[in-house]
């Protein structure tokens, strides 16, 4: 085989195909975040070290011995893209450089312990939520089910249209403040250690309700209503009227007919979703203190931690990109109109 | 392996009917009015026999033939009438006696241009899944083997080859997805084939094959078939009878020999008029005025209000010859003679 | 009796016919009228408010701090005996004018973000469609990678580098950087589907330029669903407004709803029981999203016909 040959076979490999939007996301998106602050033609990480150093209150000695590691690397005297690759070699060694407000502790150390609490979070939250919204709006776009479904289901798709953190601040207020019946922040009790003990598992699930609750019952509508507006569209498809000339039973026009194609626009919706998740997570972490991502994101803004900042987006990014991926490549499985080959 | 369930109702089956239209009605509630789609529209056909049924777009024809398996949709309803098969008015059974009457008794080819195979069914499945839903409990199910004949049997039928069963629709051209509805229509050998545009959107070679298969499949069933259509010629050389509609009514319905050669109402004489033939090269004549709108219709003859006449009194259902009657309004009567 | 073409012609109707039948489908479509009324709501209490209330006490230290409604005002004896409807926050804003002088402020950034998004997003998505090719790929591919990358991480970038901190205005336009992506990716594949329609084919083979058909043929015909992209538009643009300003990076001086929130998360107001101090921006918000949100789902039963529930 021909190079030529071997590099079309390759691209046109869904999975490749995928994989290199995935590197390209990364890449966009840090090229973005080096670019944005030079755009004033200054360097605003710099100003900052050194008015963080004016203010005192932290480490004189350790700030201006980071802004001169910094001015090494990254110095207005040197050409960008030498700035741009020196970038480009630490983030791919996700080296994001010391913390500024806790020097000379590293961004990783910082961002390693949130991303669990987040990611078990989100991940169980985004689960249930995508899995109950979805029955409901199949069940509510079926013109076949009980009309009380309605009444109940409406109340919950209104919810669809506040943050998260809205419903999060009514929830705090009325089951931690007012009927005291969970914790009021935090991911588990305070002066507790963290241990793998069944003690510990409970009272971190008890903790985590109510941030849970309110990003569950917040975006339960968004995929609720999706799946209803997939059904009743496809209601009105050619094949469901053919499916019906056939003399099918109502289950199976609702689960091989109707859900089986509806389900295939909710799945692309959900990997695009996936930012907006993380985004409405972010304020309820802030609100319930959750020890978090987007808390320390939040701590990190406060204090001006510019490389705290920047690290954690990254992070942030690479996930999301990854999921996205794993998502992407598992459709082919679900529809087979798409194939893991172009033209196959 | 598939069992039938044949409707008896303990009526005498009327003597070699293979499907006997009386009346029908289906209306749309509009908060501009009511449209009268199909109008009262009655006809009769004997088993084995073929019908074509032909008209302008919006003339009804389509709405009809969902309302002979019942299918109408909301905001459609069906508002009157009688549906008789093998002695059975479909419009009297209940939900589900009438879901088992689809493709055991009256099925359905939907149109050419539809897509009315499930994308992310195989091919195989969408021909049994009908089959499996008109069991009568306590059938055992079928076994793999079972199904693998069936399911060949069925494709080679239609002049498919058997490897077809594993392809999805996606994979096939449009006389193929044809082929397979016909074979679904024909897997439970009903007595009634309903085909709306079967072959539109098809290219005329196709076309033919198409509807070779079909006509094969229909005598070897010695099944009625509707054929709806506004292609004259296809119907010219595919069916028995025709029957002319027109805004939401059946205005000439007769042998096709006979219709053809000497339509008896103006408004069929105009549709001949209209074809284009290869032998007389002449101007194109087309019929004078918009179809009518459906909507508040008035009482009377509907082809009068079209050539800018009017007869409000109700038009009369006359037999003119053995098989051949025509809405007989005395006032547009000799119009384009 | 009535000809065919008497009584087929529907396009000459009387003003007030028309009137009648847009108010006859707000009747039948509940949504859009609840959506409608709800914004339509806040605006006259806004209205209301300047006219009647003294709005200027929405800056800090305008009473004493953490007063409930109605409470009496020891450090302004003189001034109310009633105390303040919304009583105080803690930094001694009177709750009542900062919600009065906040909504416009909000739904400013809003319309600007919107606006600006719509505007932008339409253009790249006719661009992309109608002329297909590497072109649409291009576009696509930077609106697929926008789409995922959550648009606030960018704004973060953006807004921790802007050292005077942002203005009203100049959070409209922040934000309107990542608000035409959506709207970009939703009508491109409306028009991917107008493309195929025969007027479009027929404007095209008549020798029309491409800019007159987008504009002429095919966006007068999209004028529904834009309307509904529009509004969806906004209120993203808000929610991504007020998520900025609740992590502390808006206008501080601004008495905007998010950072009403910020204060709120600041001086922890639920922990202190405070209602009065973050039960009505609450409100406000909800409404806000809430009435968008119905009226984006009016919109869209209108432009798309087999939703509706009823004829």
């Not at chain 1, 479904?149 to 999060?168: D, E, R």
Request: glycine residues 8%.
């Amino acid at each position: 085989m021909s190079f030529r040959n071997i590099v079309a076979a390759v691209y046109t490999n869904y999975i490749f195909r995928r994989f290199l939007f995935f590197l390209l996301i990364i890449w966009i998106a840090s090229t973005a975040i080096f670019l944005i602050p030079r755009l004033s033609g200054q360097d605003p990480v710099k100003e900052k070290l050194l008015l963080e150093a004016q203010r005192g209150g932290h480490m004189q000695a350790g700030l201006e011995e980071m802004a001169a590691t910094y001015s090494k690397k990254f110095g207005l005297d040197k050409p960008l893209l030498v700035q741009y690759g020196n970038y480009m070699a630490d983030l791919l060694r996700f080296d994001f450089g010391p913390s500024i407000a806790y020097f000379p502790k590293s961004v990783n150390s910082l961002i390693g312990d949130s991303v669990i609490w987040t990611f078990g979070l989100l991940a169980v939250c985004t689960f249930i939520a995508f899995f109950v919204g979805t029955v409901a709006g199949a069940l509510l776009g079926w013109p076949k089910s009980p009309n009380f479904l309605q009444y109940i289901f409406m109340p919950i798709l209104t919810l669809a249209a506040i943050p998260y953190y809205l419903l999060a601040l009514v929830l705090i207020y009325i089951f931690a403040f007012n009927l005291d019946w969970f914790p009021l922040f935090g991911g588990y009790s305070v002066a507790t250690l963290p241990r793998w003990e069944l003690s510990f598992t409970i009272d971190v699930i008890h903790h985590a309700i109510l941030p849970a609750a309110s990003i569950v019952l917040a975006s339960l509508g968004f995929w609720a209503l999706g799946m209803r507006g997939m059904m009743v569209t496809n209601q009105g498809e050619d094949f469901m009227i053919a499916a019906e000339a056939k003399g099918l039973r109502s289950i199976r026009l609702f689960f091989n007919y109707a859900v089986r194609n509806a389900v295939l626009p909710q799945t692309t919706a959900l990997a695009l979703s996936l930012g907006t998740v993380f985004t409405g997570s972010v304020l309820v972490e802030v609100i319930f203190r959750y020890p978090g991502l987007g808390n320390t994101l939040y701590q990190a803004i406060k204090l001006n931690d510019f490389f705290v900042i920047r690290g954690m987006i990254f992070i942030v990014i690479v996930t999301l990109g990854l999921a996205t991926f794993i998502i992407d490549v598992t459709y082919p499985l679900l529809d087979p109109r798409v194939s893991y080959k172009r033209g196959g | 392996m598939t069992t039938k369930q044949k409707a008896s109702s303990g009526k005498s089956s009327t003597a070699g009917l293979g499907i006997d239209v009386k009346d029908l009605k289906v209306h749309y509630d509009t908060p501009d009015g009511v449209v009268k789609a199909v109008d009262g529209v009655s006809f009769s056909l004997r088993q084995g026999e073929r019908m074509a049924l032909v008209g302008e777009s919006g003339s009804g024809k389509s709405t009809l033939a969902m309302a002979l398996m019942r299918l109408t949709r909301a905001p459609g309803r069906i508002a009157g009438g009688q549906v008789i098969i093998d002695g059975q008015d479909m419009l009297d059974l209940d939900e589900e006696e009438m879901r088992l009457q689809r493709l055991n008794e009256v099925a359905l080819v939907p149109q050419g241009a539809m897509n009315s195979l499930n994308p992310v069914m195989k091919i195989k499945n969408q021909l049994l899944d009908g089959l499996y839903d008109h069991q009568i409990s306590g059938d055992q199910k079928m076994s793999k083997e079972e199904q693998i004949q069936v399911v060949e049997k069925l494709l080679v039928a239609v002049d498919l080859a058997p490897g077809v069963a594993e392809m999805y629709p996606h994979e096939l051209s449009g006389g193929m997805k044809q082929r397979v509805a016909i074979a679904i229509a024909t897997s439970m050998e009903p007595r009634v084939i309903v085909a709306d545009e079967p072959t539109s959107a098809l290219d005329v070679v196709v076309q033919r094959n198409v509807m070779q298969t079909l006509g094969r499949l229909q005598k070897g069933l010695h099944a009625s078939i509707i054929l709806i259509g506004h292609d004259m010629g296809l119907v010219a050389q595919f069916s028995d009878h025709v029957g002319v509609m027109y805004a939401g009514r059946l205005v000439e319905v007769g042998p096709v020999k006979t219709v053809f050669k000497s339509p008896k109402h103006p408004y069929t004489r105009l549709l001949i008029k209209s074809l284009p033939t290869l032998s007389n090269k002449k101007e194109f004549i087309g019929i004078p005025g918009l179809p009518a709108t459906l909507l508040n219709l008035p009482e009377g003859c509907a082809f009068c209000l079209r050539i800018e006449k009017s007869n409000p009194n109700p038009i009369p259902w006359v037999k003119v010859e053995k098989d051949h009657f025509i809405q007989d309004c005395k006032n547009c009567a000799n119009y384009g003679k | 009796m009535t000809t065919i073409s008497e009584s087929q012609d529907l396009t000459k109707k009387s003003f007030n016919r028309r009137l009648a039948d847009i108010a006859r489908y707000i009747r039948r479509n509940p949504s859009l009228g609840v959506g409608i009324a709800l914004l339509a709501s806040l605006v006259l209490f806004v209205v209301i408010g300047y006219a009647t209330y003294e709005v200027e006490r929405f800056r800090p230290l305008s009473g004493g701090p953490d007063l409930a409604p109605f409470e009496f005002d020891p450090y302004h004896p003189e001034t109310r005996s009633g105390g303040y409807i919304l009583g105080t926050d803690r930094q001694g804003r009177d709750v009542m004018s900062v919600m009065i002088a906040g909504i416009p402020l909000t739904l400013q950034i809003g319309l600007i973000a919107g606006l600006i998004g719509i505007s932008v997003g339409t253009l790249l998505a006719f661009i992309a469609a109608y002329y297909g090719g590497w072109i649409d790929q291009v576009i696509s591919t930077i609106v697929d990678v926008g789409l995922t990358i959550p648009g606030i991480l960018i704004l973060i970038v953006i807004a921790v580098n802007i050292q005077s901190g942002l203005s009203v205005q100049q959070m409209g336009l922040a934000v309107s950087a990542v608000a035409w992506v959506w709207p970009a990716r939703t009508i491109r594949a409306q028009v991917l589907v107008m493309r195929e329609q025969l007027y479009v084919e027929i404007a095209r083979l008549s020798g029309t330029s491409g800019f007159s058909i987008m504009f002429k043929e095919m966006l007068p015909n999209l004028a529904p669903y834009i309307g509904a992209s529009l509004v969806g538009s906004v209120a993203s643009a808000i929610l991504a407004s007020v998520g900025l300003e609740a992590l502390g990076l808006g206008p501080f001086d601004s008495p905007t709803l998010g950072m009403t929130i910020y204060w709120n998360i600041q001086f922890s107001s639920i922990l202190h029981g405070m209602w009065w101090w973050f039960g009505p921006p609450i409100v406000v918000l909800a409404m806000i999203f809430v009435g968008l949100f119905l009226i984006t789902a009016g919109l869209d039963e209108w432009s798309n016909p087999r939703l509706r529930k009823r004829v």
